[in-house]
């Protein structure tokens, strides 16, 4: 499944993170395949998406989020 899918507050795991389209400084900051997130917010009127990743708020547009693979976490 893709990041956009998820629901408000299921927290998943990131699988798949296709470089060529997310920013660098999410990497730095741990948005790698094993990290753990959770979709803070709905997608709001500018398309953005609000995540948590180890406590830290990240903005990811609809067409990012598209393109990251996640998986639930049981």
Do not use: H, W
């Not at 990131?14 to 660098?24: E, L, R």
């Amino acid at each position: 499944m893709t990041l956009d899918k998820i629901k408000l507050n299921q927290p998943v795991k990131v699988c798949k993170v296709p470089t060529d389209f997310v920013p660098a400084k999410f990497v730095q900051l741990g948005f790698i395949p094993g990290a753990e997130i959770a979709l803070e917010r709905l997608p709001s009127k500018n398309g953005l998406l609000y995540i948590v990743l180890d406590g830290f708020y990240l903005a990811i547009t609809e067409e990012i989020a598209k393109k990251i693979e996640v998986e639930k976490i049981d």
